[in-house]
């Protein structure tokens, strides 16, 4: 089964075109992703200590975030298949930076919060979604290399941010901080969005809207097509679960199985450079099969990591390992798979419904790891991971046969 759409080569995006706007689109995914994903990793003690607030609530900033950004992710693609990618882009990048200001001014932890809203609307119109939305919405079905090029550039967020972080908080203050990453986002990212980002014109957006024929739907069925949407959306989300209670509370398994702090992380920071090698892999092979194999092997590769991890000493390294190369790949299949499901047609409000859920559920995992490790203790937590992993593998599985009924109808294949 291939992707279904327009080969928008023809598009008017030439090779050359396609390498600028994937490397814009990577030099302001590493700084969004590192200015507020992962910002409290490194400003949230800063924060606490400087102000008083409680750390709680600190890291809580970015839950709430999330949930904004989760909330306004159908509205998102609705205005990228209503407007193109560009214009979105660039708001987010006028909003982080309005964020990220109003961040560093907050007298109070009321404006604290409310500035983790509008960053919150910043990573729903800005982060990875977003952007694949935009490729998907340029280059249709021959986005899946662009997305993983894409992911390859994200990977590097922490690796790039957290020092350059941790490097300001020392020298200016956390603060200073923020203040040092709006002007990069208004001063760099926004116009690196604005003149890179090719402009879809009115007469070239409905020219091309009407062109896109719904062939999938047409050969899977509406009733199939609902399934399989529905199928999508749960293994979505049970990955974003099992990733936001992953980054906020891996140390704590770490240390929960024996391991002092920093031999925890240590071994935590063998998870970056998992996750970029399997994307590296991914783009040299993967693009010539389906991305159903690379969500199968992203779903191993994470249940397998989590098994080993639930096992204890001593296998934390293989478990860190596995898990990072299968989360590194599961961020490609998760733009790149209901491209090739569904087709290109109205790809961006697809992608919007479809991670809604997976974006609600990432915000609110954190907090549901941190009530199960209180009550139940970490294995609690530990076999949770596990049985989502599960779920996962056995989501998969029900895809397979899906799409397998859907293309033997269609006369097509998994390649």
Known sequence: MTA??????????????????????GVGQILAWGSSYYLPAVLGHPMAAATGWSYAWVTGGLSLGLLVSGLAA????????????????????????????????????????????VL????????????????????GR??????????????????????LSAFLVETVGWRGTCLVYAAIHLCLVLPLHFFVVPREARRERETLRAAETPADETRIG??????????????????????????????????????????????????????????IVERLFGTRHHPIWTLSAAAILVGGGLVLLLLGP?????????????????????????????GASGYAALMGRLVTP??????LSPSIGAVLMQAH???????????????????????????????????????
């Open 120 to 139: 919150g609307l910043a990573m729903g119109s800005g982060l990875y979604d977003a952007a694949f939305s935009t490729l998907g919405r340029l280059y």
């Open 222 to 279: 509406s009733t199939r097509r609902l399934v399989l949407f529905v199928l999508v959306a749960a293994i979505l989300t049970s990955g974003s679960m099992i990733a936001g209670m992953w980054s906020v509370h891996i140390i704590t398994i770490l240390q929960a199985n024996g391991l002092a702090l920093a031999a925890a992380v240590g071994l935590g920071a063998l998870v970056g450079p998992s996750q970029v090698g399997a994307r």
């Open 74 to 117: 159908i509205h998102v693609g609705r205005a990228i298949d209503t407007h193109g990618g560009r214009p979105v882009l660039v708001g987010s990048s006028l909003l982080m930076g309005a964020g990220l200001l109003l961040l560093a001014a907050a007298p109070s932890l009321p404006v604290y919060i409310a500035a983790w809203l």
């Open 4 to 25: 279904a759409g327009l080969s928008t080569g023809g598009r008017g995006f030439g090779a050359g075109t396609r390498g600028r706007v994937i490397s814009a689109l």
């Open 142 to 163: 021959d986005a899946r290399s662009a997305i993983s090029s894409l992911t390859l550039w994200g990977g590097f967020a922490s690796t790039v941010c957290w020092p």
């Open 314 to 342: 001593p296998l934390p390294a293989a478990a860190l390992i596995a898990y990072g190369a299968g989360n590194g790949i599961w961020s490609i299949a998760r733009g790149t798979l209901p491209l090739a499901v569904f």
């Open 358 to 363: 997976s974006l609600i559920a990432q915000a």
């Open 377 to 415: 203790g970490v294995s609690a937590a530990l076999y949770v991971l596990v049985g989502l992993g599960a779920f996962n593998i056995v989501g998969v599985v029900a895809l397979w046969i899906l799409l397998w009924r859907a293309m033997r109808q269609g006369g097509a294949e998994v390649g």
